[in-house]
């Protein structure tokens, strides 16, 4: 579409009847929820492991044990229902993974120690890679092209709203162990209950979505002339979509990393920094203990809302400039950024920098929802994009093993806080190199803007065409 087109178009919500309302908010819902759990668990993890291990273990490591299998599942159940979903269907599909992480996040509050633990939260994090590939395939698929665009990036920078809830419920669990309600134990099983109940509700309402009617008719013609929906073998096997799967795979390598490897362990730097200067005004160990647990909700939060300018910026950036010039600037203000944050962050009055990585990091993220269903056909889109989005959580995997080796390295044997807090900051400073991955990725992937989504048809005929 030209952006004479565009401007007359009106805003993407203008396109929108109620139906379509109505499957952008369940869309929107199961991956608010499913973000929602994902902040939960890394809110929650350290609390979980210093009660789930018996006394002398490492709860650190344990806890980047912890993080790995969830990954692990993640990426295990991305690859699995994103290619459920192009077979018998998106909504089905979405409604089964949804219940999955619900439940699952609430058995995890049940655990009596850290491997029943890492199980939980293995299979919830089936059910949470599941997700993203099939919201993103069904409302591409079911709104009107006029609307993709901004629906999906509105859709991702909703997450911000999980995230912030979740540092929310962090807050409150805070809140009561200052207090003396709840004991620190009793925190992190307090945050996955509350935080398996909204999803749990989800499913109830998503009962009543409808396959999209594109997807519908492609699927019954390919019944009828033997096309593969959902095939790996499909995907890989053709060069035109294997080119873009492989690419677009190092393109989420890289963010995925970035985010999980490393933004996601700010509260590992948030707190030590926190208790130390709480420690210095020799408060009492029961208050430090709460008010570390809501300064980490602080920051999750002020991450997030940053996280949803970013969001917001970048799809507006997108429908600009195109896909790959609003990647190149995402990527390196991304490595900018979260070298700051960890160089520099020292106390409270920088909290501000939380915002600013936020914004930056999970600008990526609004682009991946965008751009992964405009490189794939009907027949192969949630498995496609599901494929790139999550098949690098089993390189992220690796990233608390790969930080925690580096921060020990770098340690050299210092014991102290402070030593830990410097080996630490060394360590993600390092690693944010990632993001020069995904600058890699982005030279050699196609602009798609102003072209319609790709079907099997021979090229020259989708030569022409109107976009999102």
């Not at 699927?219 to 080119?243: C, D, K, M, N, Q």
């Not at 985010?259 to 709480?278: D, K, M, N, Q, T």
Request: overall charge positive; glycine content about 12%; proline content about 4%.
């Amino acid at each position: 579409m030209s952006p004479a087109a565009q401007a007359s178009a009106g805003p993407w919500w203008k396109h929108l009847d109620r139906y379509h309302w109505f499957v952008f908010a369940m869309a929107s819902m199961a991956w608010l929820f499913d973000c929602l759990d994902q902040q939960l668990f890394i809110l929650a993890r350290q609390a979980a492991m210093a009660s789930l291990l018996p006394p002398g273990m490492d709860a650190g490591l344990y806890g980047g044990y912890a993080t790995a299998i969830f990954v692990a599942g993640w990426a295990t159940g991305g690859l699995i229902f994103g290619a459920v979903g192009d077979r018998i269907g998106r909504a089905r599909t979405l409604t089964v993974t949804v219940a999955l992480y619900s439940v699952f996040t609430g058995l995890s509050a049940l655990s009596t120690g850290w491997i029943d633990f890492a199980l939980y939260r293995f299979v919830t994090g089936l059910g949470v890679g599941g997700v993203f590939g099939l919201a993103v395939a069904l409302i591409a698929d079911a709104l009107p092209n006029e609307s993709r665009t901004g629906a999906l990036g509105m859709l991702q920078a909703l997450s911000a709203v999980g995230n912030v809830t979740a540092g929310l419920i962090s807050m409150g669990a805070g809140q009561l162990v200052a207090s003396k309600v709840i004991t620190p134990e009793w925190s992190w099983k307090l945050m996955f209950l509350v935080g398996a109940l909204p999803a749990f509700l989800c499913v109830f309402l998503q009962a009543r979505l409808r396959e999209p009617e594109k997807w519908v008719k492609a699927r019954e013609e390919g019944r009828r002339t033997g096309v593969a929906f959902g095939s790996y073998a499909a995907l890989f096997g053709e060069a035109r979509w294997r080119t873009p799967a492989l690419l677009g795979m190092l393109l989420c390598v890289s963010g995925v990393i970035g985010l999980w490897g490393i933004g996601f362990f700010a509260p590992e730097l948030v707190g030590p920094v926190i208790e130390r200067s709480l420690r210095e005004q020799q408060l009492p160990d029961a208050e430090i203990a709460g008010a570390r647990g809501i300064w980490i909700g602080i920051n999750s939060i002020v991450f997030n809302i940053g996280a949803f300018v970013g969001m917001m910026a970048m799809t507006r950036l997108t429908q600009v400039w195109g896909r790959r010039p609003a990647f190149a600037l995402a990527f390196v203000l991304a490595m900018a950024a979260t070298m700051g944050y960890f160089r520099f962050f020292n106390g409270r009055e920088d909290i501000w920098m939380s915002a600013v990585m936020g914004a930056c990091q999970l600008a990526l993220f609004a682009g991946f929802a965008i751009y992964l269903p405009e490189l794939f056909p009907i027949r192969l889109r949630s498995t496609g994009t599901s494929f790139c989005y999550n098949v690098g959580r089993f390189l992220a995997a690796s990233g608390p093993f790969t930080l925690g080796q580096l921060q020990a390295n770098l340690k050299k044997g210092a014991m102290t806080a402070d030593a830990r807090i410097d080996a630490f900051r060394d360590a993600t400073t390092w690693m944010s190199l990632i993001f020069l991955l995904g600058l890699v990725a982005v030279a050699f992937l196609p602009e798609t803007k102003g072209r319609p989504l790709p079907e099997d048809e021979p090229a020259k005929s989708r030569e022409g065409g109107s976009a999102a």
